[in-house]
């Protein structure tokens, strides 16, 4: 099986898997990359990807396994000629066995560059490295579990936090349970802002790393 | 008329948070594939604008041709740019962004063109909230030199002055050859140096161009040389006097004395343009998600009711090998699964037996689908797909009688036997498409619904029937021109009837809402009265009518009466005799023709198909 990494940027941060995943199909059909097909009255391509991203997370680092005789080299090659800018391949793999990303992936790693508004950097750098350390130190920590106002215990899927300032803006990157017990980095950052008690006014997050 | 991008400001990036505010945030980033590149300094920068939303926009084939023609062209630049959902709407207005062109983020109001595709007339009141959005004043003499020109085109133009007032010009008929020789004023004009009204005299001599209003502010009043120039451009008599101008403000004059006769353009063959076969892929699903070759344009069939089968007449084919080929490049350039052949009646298609084997081989090898959605129930054979899913038809009426009154030339028993065909191949569903309220409709033809769905019931084992009845509108430039629109009560009083009937036989019943129809049949059927009604009501509110839900039969009702506009002036029945707001429109069918039509349609006799024997409908195009 042939496993690739691609980014999902700009524009595609936006697009919710199912039309990602389409994206990807066509990519590889104007490819002419000869894949596996499903059986049935309506084949389609049999992909596997790594943990869906919420709306408006980007990644540098999503995985799809698909069938493929190509090498890793000349499936980059293709693939990345047919493929949309914020949706190319960034790396390849090919494995004698199959491999499936959504059931190994457990842990990714974020990137968060907070918008801080008017807060002055230094303070917010501070403010947030307190409430890390603090959260990372307790075993409660709460973050919203959706539109409908309700919250979530995150301590246990939160692994690790660090608050980095530099460039003009402030950044956290943390590690989040991915894949079946998951930690959104939106909902995440949301809830350690609260704790630092800084107005949220926005982050731009990106998925770096995933982890098995 | 100095417009160039460059020195405006893209409103792109746009905060995560304001886009993760509204439902599908995809629609309004851009970044899409097969995009265009923008060129920012060229002199025409045209916005292609959909008043509906992206998904509805960017399955429409008609904005695709445009974009490509333009964006073919070395000086000019094109982007897309359709109606926000009213979430993001809101977020626009509470941030102050404006409307802007969808692959550079430029506002709206930068560009020097704006071109708005009318399909449907419920979207009158999105043009509005568009413009609105964009900074830019709704009438075209309220905007000034540094507003862009804004132009319309589309299948409603065939009847332009509800909306007349909103624009510069409209393009009536194919738009391949008038938007490129509209650019190329635009252009020519922009490096003389000209001012709008300049170009508007010019626009105005390209076939298909009628500018409501010159520079004076005086309805079509156009002097001079060009007067004779245009004259001869359209082939009939210019000239309008004082008297005819300020004879009826609201209606243009149409008899012998009419004064100005707008030729709808037409293009002789389709082969000689260019086909959109690289068309930019939508970010999220869109309403037709498909690659889709259009095999011809116009249909030979003369359904009375069918104002496309009038408008577009004749019918022009596209090239066996053509098809092929642009199907092909479709597949390629796009990587859809599923390719559609459309037209209005696709099994005309000479050679569709040919076309469909030769296609359906190599597409399966490539995982392609290929679908016929307008399949007529006679041309059904049983051995290729209709549409999606089960098989789709469009019987239309319930008996006989009416049918021949509409002149879908269909038999019960071709019905009858198609549905056979397709349950014996273990299609167990079909779907069927009838009109309420068609001229001369009683109620045997409301229970004819009902007794061919029992009869259908019984050819096959259980199968799934499903009927969906919209409520007819009569168009202009239709033989059912001159015919009431049955209005709501009546309409609503036939769908409780055959919802409680057809429930009973055990068949799914889907109805439009007929308050829609009523709206779309004053609108359609409309004069200059009715710009300011469409402005009192998205003034009230209302956009995106095409959607159910944003719907609001009361604010039109309300903005009649505050307008002192009578609706049923317009849904109404008129009389052969009387002169029709539409008649200066020249779609190439003669009134003559459409009397002849609605007199065998009274008496219920049929027409043949015009591929058979010509009835000299005014487009002469077997005599070409
Ligand atoms: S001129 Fe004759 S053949 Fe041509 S479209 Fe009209 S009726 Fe049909």
């Given at each position: 099986?042939?496993?690739?990494?691609?980014?999902?940027?700009?524009?595609?941060?936006?697009?919710?898997?199912v039309?990602?995943?389409?994206?990807v199909?066509?990519?590889?059909?104007r490819?002419?990359?000869?894949c596996?097909?499903?059986?049935?009255?309506?084949?389609h391509?049999?992909?596997y990807?790594?943990?869906?991203?919420?709306i408006g997370?980007?990644?540098?680092?999503?995985q799809?396994?698909?069938d493929?005789?190509l090498?890793?080299?000349?499936?980059?090659?293709?693939?990345?000629r047919?493929?949309?800018?914020g949706?190319k391949?960034?790396s390849a793999?090919?494995?004698?066995?199959?491999?499936?990303?959504?059931?190994?992936?457990?842990?990714?790693?974020?990137e968060i560059?907070?918008?801080?508004?008017?807060v002055e950097?230094?303070?917010?750098?501070?403010?947030?490295?307190?409430?890390?350390r603090?959260?990372?130190?307790?075993?409660?920590?709460?973050?919203?579990?959706?539109?409908d106002?309700?919250?979530?215990?995150?301590r246990?899927?939160?692994?690790?936090?660090?608050?980095?300032?530099?460039?003009?803006?402030v950044?956290?990157?943390?590690?989040?349970?991915?894949?079946?017990?998951?930690?959104r980095a939106?909902?995440f950052i949301?809830?350690l802002?609260k704790?630092a008690?800084?107005n949220?006014?926005?982050?731009?997050?990106?998925?770096?790393?995933?982890?098995? | 008329?100095?417009?160039s991008?460059?020195?405006?400001?893209?409103v792109?990036?746009?905060?995560?948070e304001?886009?993760?505010?509204?439902e599908k945030?995809?629609?309004?980033?851009?970044?899409?594939?097969?995009?265009?590149?923008?060129?920012?300094?060229?002199?025409?920068?045209?916005?292609?604008?959909?008043?509906?939303?992206?998904?509805?926009?960017l399955?429409?084939?008609?904005?695709?041709?445009?974009?490509?023609?333009?964006?073919?062209l070395p000086?000019?630049s094109?982007?897309?740019?359709?109606?926000?959902?009213p979430d993001f709407g809101?977020?626009?207005?509470?941030?102050q962004?404006p409307?802007?062109?969808?692959?550079s983020?430029?506002?709206?109001?930068?560009f020097?063109?704006?071109g708005?595709?009318?399909q449907?007339?419920l979207?009158?009141?999105?043009?509005?909230y568009?413009l609105?959005?964009?900074?830019?004043?709704?009438?075209?003499?309220?905007?000034?030199?540094g507003?862009p020109v804004?132009?319309?085109?589309?299948?409603c133009t065939?009847?332009?002055?509800?909306?007349?007032?909103?624009?510069?010009?409209?393009v009536?008929?194919?738009?391949?050859?008038?938007?490129k020789?509209l650019?190329?004023?635009?252009?020519a004009?922009?490096?003389?140096?000209?001012k709008?009204?300049?170009?508007?005299r010019a626009?105005?001599?390209?076939?298909?161009?009628?500018?409501?209003d010159?520079?004076?502010?005086?309805r079509?009043?156009?002097s001079?040389q060009?007067?004779?120039e245009?004259a001869t451009?359209h082939?009939?008599?210019?000239?309008?006097?004082q008297n005819?101008r300020d004879?009826?403000r609201?209606?243009?004059?149409t008899?012998d004395?009419?004064?100005l006769?707008?030729k709808?353009?037409?293009?002789?063959?389709?082969d000689?343009?260019?086909?959109?076969?690289?068309?930019?892929?939508?970010?999220i699903?869109?309403?037709?998600?498909r690659?889709?070759?259009?095999?011809?344009?116009?249909?030979?069939?003369?359904c009375?009711?069918?104002?496309a089968?009038?408008?577009?007449r004749?019918?022009?084919?596209?090239?066996?090998d053509?098809?092929?080929e642009?199907a092909?490049?479709l597949?390629d350039?796009?990587?859809?699964?599923?390719l559609s052949?459309?037209s209005?009646?696709?099994?005309?298609?000479?050679?569709?037996?040919e076309?469909?084997?030769?296609?359906?081989?190599?597409l399966?090898?490539?995982?392609?689908?290929?679908?016929l959605?307008?399949?007529?129930?006679d041309?059904?054979?049983?051995?290729?797909k209709?549409?999606?899913?089960?098989?789709?038809?469009a019987?239309?009426?319930?008996?006989?009688?009416?049918?021949?009154?509409?002149?879908?030339?269909?038999?019960?028993?071709?019905i009858?036997?198609?549905c056979?065909?397709?349950f014996q191949?273990d299609?167990?569903s079909?779907?069927?498409?009838?009109?309420?309220?068609?001229?001369?409709e009683?109620?045997?033809?409301?229970?004819?619904?009902?007794?061919l769905?029992?009869?259908?019931k019984?050819?096959?084992?259980?199968?799934?029937?499903?009927?969906?009845?919209s409520?007819?509108?009569?168009?202009p430039?239709?033989?059912?021109?001159?015919?009431?629109?049955?209005?709501?009560?009546k309409?609503e009083?036939?769908?409780?009837?055959?919802?409680?009937e057809?429930?009973?036989?055990?068949v799914t019943?889907?109805?439009?809402d007929?308050?829609?129809s009523e709206?779309e049949?004053v609108?359609?059927?409309?004069?200059?009265?009715?710009s300011?009604v469409?402005?009192?009501?998205?003034?009230?509110?209302?956009?995106?009518?095409g959607?159910?839900?944003?719907?609001?039969?009361?604010?039109?009702?309300a903005?009649?009466?505050?307008a002192n506009?009578?609706?049923?002036?317009?849904?109404?029945?008129?009389?052969?005799t009387?002169p029709?707001p539409?008649?200066f429109?020249?779609v190439?069918?003669?009134?003559?023709?459409?009397?002849?039509e609605?007199a065998r349609?009274e008496?219920g006799?049929?027409?043949e198909?015009?591929?058979?024997?010509c009835?000299?409908c005014?487009?002469?195009?077997?005599?070409k």
């Amino acid at each position: 099986m042939l496993l690739f990494e691609f980014e999902k940027t700009g524009a595609f941060r936006y697009i919710p898997h199912v039309d990602m995943l389409r994206a990807v199909t066509r990519t590889l059909r104007r490819a002419r990359i000869e894949c596996g097909y499903s059986h049935g009255f309506n084949p389609h391509i049999l992909l596997y990807f790594s943990p869906p991203l919420p709306i408006g997370t980007a990644s540098r680092c999503e995985q799809c396994a698909l069938d493929c005789v190509l090498s890793a080299e000349e499936f980059l090659e293709r693939y990345n000629r047919a493929a949309p800018a914020g949706l190319k391949a960034l790396s390849a793999a090919v494995f004698p066995y199959p491999v499936n990303p959504a059931a190994k992936v457990n842990k990714a790693r974020y990137e968060i560059v907070l918008n801080t508004g008017k807060v002055e950097i230094k303070s917010c750098f501070a403010a947030l490295s307190a409430a890390a350390r603090e959260v990372l130190a307790g075993d409660l920590f709460e973050v919203s579990a959706g539109r409908d106002g309700g919250v979530k215990e995150a301590r246990p899927l939160l692994h690790d936090i660090a608050v980095r300032a530099g460039g003009g803006a402030v950044a956290v990157d943390a590690v989040l349970s991915a894949g079946n017990r998951n930690l959104r980095a939106d909902r995440f950052i949301e809830g350690l802002l609260k704790r630092a008690g800084l107005n949220y006014t926005g982050a731009d997050i990106t998925r770096v790393t995933l982890y098995q | 008329m100095s417009k160039s991008t460059t020195k405006h400001q893209s409103v792109y990036p746009l905060s995560r948070e304001l886009l993760l505010s509204c439902e599908k945030p995809a629609r309004y980033v851009g970044g899409e594939y097969n995009l265009a590149p923008v060129k920012p300094d060229a002199a025409l920068q045209f916005l292609l604008c959909f008043p509906d939303a992206y998904e509805v926009g960017l399955s429409n084939l008609g904005v695709k041709i445009l974009y490509d023609i333009l964006n073919a062209l070395p000086d000019a630049s094109c982007e897309y740019c359709f109606a926000p959902w009213p979430d993001f709407g809101r977020v626009l207005r509470e941030h102050q962004i404006p409307l802007y062109g969808l692959t550079s983020g430029i506002p709206a109001r930068a560009f020097g063109m704006l071109g708005f595709s009318l399909q449907y007339e419920l979207s009158y009141t999105t043009v509005l909230y568009m413009l609105d959005l964009a900074g830019i004043p709704f009438r075209a003499r309220e905007r000034g030199e540094g507003d862009p020109v804004v132009i319309a085109g589309g299948p409603c133009t065939v009847n332009p002055l509800p909306v007349a007032d909103f624009f510069d010009l409209f393009v009536i008929g194919d738009g391949e050859s008038a938007i490129k020789e509209l650019a190329e004023a635009y252009i020519a004009n922009k490096r003389a140096g000209g001012k709008k009204a300049d170009f508007l005299r010019a626009a105005a001599k390209v076939r298909g161009v009628w500018v409501p209003d010159d520079d004076s502010g005086q309805r079509s009043a156009v002097s001079g040389q060009l007067k004779d120039e245009i004259a001869t451009r359209h082939s009939v008599p210019l000239a309008m006097t004082q008297n005819e101008r300020d004879s009826d403000r609201n209606c243009q004059p149409t008899t012998d004395n009419c004064p100005l006769k707008i030729k709808r353009a037409v293009e002789p063959d389709l082969d000689a343009l260019p086909y959109p076969v690289k068309p930019v892929l939508p970010n999220i699903e869109a309403v037709h998600d498909r690659a889709v070759v259009e095999l011809f344009r116009g249909c030979t069939r003369g359904c009375r009711f069918c104002q496309a089968g009038m408008i577009y007449r004749p019918v022009r084919e596209r090239g066996f090998d053509r098809c092929k080929e642009s199907a092909f490049s479709l597949i390629d350039n796009t990587g859809y699964d599923e390719l559609s052949l459309t037209s209005l009646s696709s099994g005309d298609y000479p050679r569709i037996r040919e076309l469909i084997a030769d296609l359906s081989g190599a597409l399966r090898m490539r995982h392609v689908g290929l679908t016929l959605p307008s399949l007529r129930l006679d041309s059904f054979s049983g051995d290729f797909k209709s549409g999606g899913g089960g098989l789709t038809f469009a019987p239309e009426a319930g008996t006989q009688r009416l049918r021949d009154i509409i002149n879908k030339n269909i038999t019960e028993e071709e019905i009858l036997s198609a549905c056979a065909a397709a349950f014996q191949r273990d299609n167990a569903s079909v779907k069927l498409y009838f009109m309420l309220g068609l001229p001369f409709e009683t109620q045997e033809d409301i229970d004819g619904i009902i007794a061919l769905c029992s009869k259908i019931k019984r050819l096959g084992k259980r199968p799934k029937i499903s009927v969906s009845c919209s409520v007819f509108v009569p168009k202009p430039h239709t033989p059912f021109q001159w015919c009431a629109q049955i209005g709501r009560e009546k309409a609503e009083v036939s769908q409780r009837y055959l919802k409680a009937e057809l429930k009973r036989l055990g068949v799914t019943f889907h109805y439009h809402d007929a308050r829609v129809s009523e709206i779309e049949a004053v609108l359609a059927r409309g004069d200059r009265a009715l710009s300011g009604v469409v402005e009192a009501v998205y003034d009230a509110g209302s956009v995106l009518e095409g959607w159910t839900e944003f719907f609001n039969y009361e604010r039109w009702t309300a903005a009649f009466a505050a307008a002192n506009v009578q609706p049923e002036n317009y849904g109404g029945a008129r009389n052969l005799t009387e002169p029709l707001p539409w008649d200066f429109i020249d779609v190439g069918v003669t009134k003559a023709f459409l009397k002849r039509e609605y007199a065998r349609a009274e008496k219920g006799l049929t027409t043949e198909d015009c591929r058979k024997t010509c009835h000299g409908c005014g487009l002469r195009c077997k005599s070409k």
